[in-house]
């Protein structure tokens, strides 16, 4: 190790965690009580994040008097729940997200074709009649909204439209 002008830090400073150690290698470590996702190391039955650097601290768990307590109700209930991180969470779009974009975007259309300005979605009777008859109308945004985020893509697509029929 000298000879690459590396040297090994003294003993007694050494951490007694595992530096190059992934979650993965902790579930196939440990077996089916856990489980991993997006770089973090759950448990199965109790639901709960665990530290994957220190071996000890998950077979602490392992041990633990709640984890077998939950582990009998979980394999008692005979359903897997798997806690996701919030950014997969955040990732996942929903049926009602893409109806209500679709919602969005039809309403935006509907403005342009029909030389509608679109404050006038401003208006309190179009928004009390969008939120009482129309499903998901009460989501539709403010027209500034409206115009910043959602008028470009119709424009687009309009534009598109006519490019293409003029060929």
């Known amino acids: 190790m000298e000879r690459f002008g590396v040297t090994a830090p003294p003993a007694r400073n050494r951490s007694k ?3 190059y150690v992934t979650p993965l290698d902790r579930v196939t470590e440990f077996g089916g009580e856990l489980h991993e996702d997006g770089g973090k190391l ?3 039955s109790c639901n709960v994040v665990l530290n994957h650097v220190r071996k000890s601290a ?3 768990h392992l041990k ?4 077998t307590k939950r582990k009998a109700e979980f394999e008692e209930q005979n359903v897997r729940k798997k806690q996701r991180p919030l950014t997969a969470s955040l990732q996942c779009n929903s049926t009602a997200q893409t109806e209500k974009v679709s919602v ?3 309403f935006v259309k509907m403005c342009l074709e029909a030389n509608i300005p679109l404050e006038k979605a401003d208006h ?4 009390a009649f969008l939120s009482r008859h129309v499903k998901n109308g009460g989501s539709i945004p403010k027209s500034d909204q409206l115009r910043r985020a959602y008028l470009p893509d119709g424009y687009e ?3 598109q439209l006519l490019n293409s029929q003029d060929c």
């Open 104 to 106: 969005i975007q039809d």
């Open 58 to 60: 998950i077979s602490d």
């Open 124 to 127: 309190p009777a179009v928004r």
């Open 157 to 159: 697509n309009e534009n």
């Open 42 to 44: 759950f448990c199965a």
């Open 17 to 19: 965690t595992a530096l």
């Open 64 to 67: 633990s008097k709640t984890h």
